[in-house]
């Protein structure tokens, strides 16, 4: 069985910084790329931050320059860093992972962690 396990989320004031990091266990044997998600209440999840197996990045426009994703291969463990943090950026945040797993090819979760920005 496959797991994903986010930690790092919390209140913090704007311009302040966060870590997230998302770490997988279970029976895995490749990852293909991992990412960030996240929804905010009242809005549809959407993609914050994506790397893949190569280390190509993808962010979504609202984060570029502020967030920085990076992963560790040996750990499956992956991280956001997110720097200048807003208002806006308040939302749970989701961890995903594309991976060969015990069933084959398959998208997986964790539960989220939430990120508060306020002052």
């Known amino acids: 069985q496959v797991q994903l396990v986010e930690s790092g989320g919390g209140l913090v004031q704007p311009g302040e910084s966060l870590r997230l990091s998302c770490a997988a266990s279970?029976?895995?044997?490749?990852?293909?790329?991992m990412g960030w998600y996240r929804q905010a209440p009242g809005k549809e999840r959407e993609l914050v931050a994506i790397?893949?197996?190569?280390?190509?990045?993808n962010y979504a426009h609202s984060v570029k320059g502020r967030f920085t994703v990076s992963r560790d291969n040996a750990q499956n463990t992956w991280y956001l860093q997110m720097n200048s943090l807003k208002p806006e950026d308040t939302a749970v945040y989701y961890c995903?992972?594309?991976?060969?797993?015990?069933?084959?090819?398959?998208?997986?979760w964790g539960k989220g962690t939430l990120v508060t920005v306020s002052s």
């Open positions: 279970g029976s895995i044997f490749t990852i293909n790329a």
């Open positions: 790397i893949s197996n190569g280390g190509d990045t």
């Open positions: 995903n992972a594309r991976l060969y797993g015990p069933d084959g090819y398959g998208n997986y």
